[in-house]
């Protein structure tokens, strides 16, 4: 790790070849549980720690609504849950957002696992030998 005081980052970073299709909700609001229709978002990157996701809604930066992303990674089903902790203003209409999670340890685990295992296959499958 860095010791860049400006680099907040403690995982390793999978910068997706494509972006992931991952459908997002809402499901929680301060500390009230809710149900709110699922949204398709495009995953640009993902850790241990938390993702990059693009929309064409405008959501709130705050750690008081917790939303929850269920995508595929390397044929794996997800279901992780965090918050957005900054926002982009792109185009007209259209967002870059920076998700926290909030997952308990065994599950980033895992995740960080399948996160590694697939920078390996992404590697092998597109860096080519001199």
């Given at each position: 790790m860095s010791d860049n005081p400006t680099n907040k980052r403690?995982?390793?970073?999978?910068?997706?070849?494509?972006?992931?299709?991952?459908?997002?909700?809402?499901?929680?609001?301060?500390?009230q549980r809710i149900e709110s229709k699922e949204t398709l978002v495009k995953v640009d990157n993902i850790s241990g720690g938390g993702l990059k996701y693009f929309s064409?809604?405008?959501?709130?930066?705050?750690?008081?609504?917790?939303?929850?992303?269920?995508?595929?990674?390397n044929k794996?089903?997800?279901?992780?849950?965090?918050?957005?902790v900054?926002?982009?203003?792109?185009?007209?209409?259209?967002?870059?957002y920076g998700v926290l999670f909030t997952i308990d340890e065994v599950l980033r685990e895992q995740l960080t696992a399948l996160v590694n295992k697939?920078?390996?296959?992404?590697?092998?499958?597109?860096?080519?030998?001199?």
């Open positions: 403690h995982f390793f970073r999978l910068q997706l070849k494509e972006p992931l299709d991952a459908e997002m909700s809402i499901v929680q609001i301060k500390d064409d809604l405008k959501m709130p930066v705050s750690h008081e609504i917790v939303l929850e992303f269920k995508m595929e990674l794996e089903p997800l279901t992780l849950m965090g918050y957005n900054w926002r982009v203003d792109r185009e007209e209409g259209d967002y870059e697939t920078a390996i296959i992404y590697k092998k499958k597109y860096v080519q030998t001199v």
